[in-house]
């Protein structure tokens, strides 16, 4: 069974500041690859998504995320935060045959001025 | 992607009682799935809901207590049973498309409170 690992529950950063935010999963291939995001009191927006290909893929608001095969991570990136980036991001995971998502539990992220 | 609304936008219910969320896409879509979201935690999909037949259960999820309906391409419903506060979270309704290769658009969320 597949499974998702987001190992910070909270990170704090400044803004102007960089940020990463971690993501392994396990699966016996590479699944299809996304990360949402849950600002307070809203649905989840699909920041990016990888599929195959380019390992390096730009999402909306200036995210980046980077797929390694070897370390089984898509870690999550942004070079300089801006205030209403605060919010839960969720990595997901899908079998490339099935349209089953499985959420890691999730990173809230806070961002001071 | 898909403009996708759900009704009510939250609800608070008394215990034994239930309450029928709807979920409403702006075009046909070949996929519409119910995920539920208890407080402070992660997504867990509930079901999927087919077109015209009984919807799929995830482990852990019955029929009597979330039944779903799926009476054409771009409506669904989840009805949560005889409620009782373990049931508050907030459910959200997600749709796909053949073409979308797995991506999934979320709804804005039904937040439910069980007193």
């Known amino acids: 069974a597949q499974s998702v690992t987001q190992p910070d529950i909270h990170i704090t950063v400044s803004e102007g500041a960089s940020l990463e935010l971690r993501c392994n999963y396990s699966y016996g291939a590479t699944p299809y690859l996304f990360w949402y995001v849950q600002s307070p009191g809203q649905g989840l927006q699909l920041l990016l998504k990888?599929?195959?290909?380019?390992?390096l893929v730009q999402g909306i608001k200036g995210f980046e995320a980077e797929f390694k095969r070897s370390q089984s991570s898509f870690n999550l990136r942004k070079p300089s935060v801006h205030w209403s980036d605060a919010a839960e991001y969720f990595c997901a995971v899908a079998p490339s045959n099935d349209y089953k998502l499985s959420f890691g539990a999730g990173t809230t992220v806070t961002v001071r001025a | 992607s898909a403009v996708i609304s759900q009704k009510p936008s939250r609800d608070i219910c008394q215990r034994g009682t239930s309450l029928t969320i709807q979920c409403q896409v702006d075009s046909q879509v070949t996929m519409m799935f119910w995920y539920r979201q208890q407080p402070g935690q992660s997504l867990t999909l509930i079901a999927t809901a087919n077109q015209g037949s009984e919807a799929t259960y995830e482990s852990g999820f019955v029929i009597d207590k979330f039944p779903i309906s799926r009476p054409n391409l771009t409506f669904s419903t989840l009805t949560v049973s005889n409620m009782s506060p373990e049931d508050s979270s907030i459910y959200l309704c997600?749709?796909?498309?053949?073409?979308?290769?797995?991506?999934?658009?979320f709804g804005p969320g039904t937040r439910l409170t069980v007193l």
């Open positions: 990888y599929f195959s290909g380019d390992t």
């Open positions: 997600s749709v796909a498309t053949l073409t979308g290769r797995n991506e999934q658009f």
